[in-house]
C-alpha cells in the first residue's frame, strides 16, 4: 500500500508540472505568445528554478522583437537549473547580442562562459578575441577567409551592396559554404527571411548536423511564422551542439 501511495502521491505532484509546461509551449507554437507567456509565468511562480521556462520566454521575446527583455530572460535562464546543451544555445545568443552593441565586457564574459561548457566553440572563441581586442588585450591570428568574404567587410556598412556581391559569386559558381553563410546572415539582417531560409535549407543539405545551421534556420522558420518548424530545428541543433 505505501508502494501505491507514493506512486500516486508523485504524480500528483508532477503531472501538473509537465502539464503547464507542455500547455506553455503547445501555446508558443501556435503563436498565442500572451497566453505562452502567462502560463510560462505561472509555472515560474511554482517552479523558480526552472531555466528552461525562462529560456522559453526569451525565445517569445525575440519573436516578439523585444530583445532587451529577451535577453534577461536567456540571463535568469543561464543561471538557474537548464542542461548544459541548452546553456551552450544561450550563452552564444548573449554573447552575440552584446558583440553586436559593442558592449564588449559582457560580450567577452559570456564568450568565456560559452566556452567553459564548450571549448571548441569557433563562435565563442571569435567573441571573446573580439572582445579582448576592443578592450586593448591582445587578440588571436585573423583567420584566412575567400575573396568574396572579404568583399564583404569592406562593404559592411551596406548590406544591400554585400549581398549583391556574395549573390554575384554564387551565380558565377565561385561560392563556398563560407559565402551562403555570410549572405543567409546578410538575409536575415536585412529581413529578408525568406532567402535565408532557403539559403540555409541548401546549408542544412549539405551539412544536415551543422548546430550553427540548424539553429539560424531555426529563427528564419520563427521570423516566416512556421513556429513548429522552429522548435524541431532547435531541437536538432541542440542534439547536433558537439558538431563543428
Not at 46 to 63: F, K, V
Not at 120 to 148: C, F, H, M
Amino acid at each position: 500500500m505505501r508502494k501505491y501511495f507514493f506512486t500516486i502521491l508523485f504524480l500528483v505532484i508532477t503531472l501538473p508540472l509537465f502539464a503547464s509546461m507542455k500547455d506553455a509551449k503547445k501555446a508558443y507554437s501556435q503563436k498565442q505568445f500572451q497566453k505562452a507567456i502567462k502560463l510560462f509565468q505561472e509555472h515560474i511562480e511554482e517552479h523558480p528554478n526552472n531555466g528552461e521556462a525562462y529560456m522559453y520566454l526569451g525565445y517569445i521575446y525575440e519573436s516578439l522583437k523585444n530583445f532587451p527583455k529577451s535577453i534577461l530572460m536567456f540571463r535568469k535562464a543561464a543561471d538557474l537549473n537548464i542542461s548544459t546543451k541548452y546553456k551552450q544555445i544561450i550563452y552564444l545568443k548573449i554573447a552575440l547580442y552584446y558583440n553586436y552593441h559593442q558592449d564588449w565586457e559582457l560580450a567577452g564574459i559570456y564568450a568565456n562562459r560559452l566556452l567553459k561548457v564548450n571549448p571548441k566553440s569557433k563562435d565563442g572563441q571569435k567573441i571573446r578575441d573580439r572582445a579582448e581586442l576592443n578592450r586593448g588585450n591582445s587578440s588571436t591570428n585573423s583567420n584566412t577567409v575567400s575573396p568574396d568574404v572579404s568583399n564583404l567587410k569592406k562593404h559592411s556598412n551596406d548590406p544591400e551592396k554585400a549581398i549583391y556581391f556574395l549573390e554575384k559569386a554564387i551565380n558565377e559558381n565561385r561560392a563556398g559554404e563560407d559565402v551562403r553563410w555570410e549572405l543567409a546572415l546578410l538575409y536575415m539582417k536585412t529581413e529578408n527571411y525568406s532567402k535565408a531560409d532557403a539559403t540555409l535549407q541548401w546549408l542544412i543539405s549539405k551539412k544536415p548536423k551543422n548546430k550553427n545551421y540548424l539553429y539560424k534556420a531555426g529563427i528564419a522558420k520563427i521570423r516566416l511564422g512556421s513556429y513548429q518548424e522552429a522548435i524541431d530545428l532547435f531541437e536538432e541543433s541542440i542534439a547536433n551542439s558537439t558538431e563543428k
